[in-house]
């Protein structure tokens, strides 16, 4: 064996994480980016929440409760009235403690889930 080849196998090994599918130039690039500072993640536009909103989020729990909407997890319905009524009297409070202050089509939202709600409430009551 020679001096050279001694000298070949021993040492550190180098090894490229970069895509072996990217261009020389897009290596040097992404080379260069990942010596500098690392940049922000990208923030989500965060979920804007009003009163619609705030509304709809309490009358799907409030259906899901009465079985119409199934667990996300398991896929199966269950039914709550007791926790269906509380909803109902969250809702009549806020349109209570809203009167005057909400648009038009905010009072009209309020006012149909409200009703449509206890209409289901009064028929899952029943049976």
Do not use: W
């Amino acid at each position: 064996m020679s001096d050279e080849e001694e000298v070949e196998g021993e040492g550190f090994v180098f090894k490229d994480s970069r895509s072996s599918q990217l261009s020389e130039d897009e290596a040097q690039n992404h080379d260069s980016k990942a010596d500098a500072q690392p940049e922000a993640p990208e923030q989500a536009q965060p979920f804007q929440i009003d009163f619609s909103t705030f509304i709809m989020s309490l009358t799907s729990s409030a259906f899901y409760h009465l079985g119409d909407i199934a667990d996300p997890e398991t896929g199966k319905t269950e039914t709550n009235l007791p926790a269906v009524q509380q909803t109902i009297d969250m809702l009549l409070m806020l349109k209570e403690k809203t009167q005057g202050n909400l648009n038009e089509e905010e009072a009209k939202l309020l006012e149909q889930l409200i009703y449509e709600l206890q209409m289901k409430f009064v028929q899952k009551s029943k049976k």
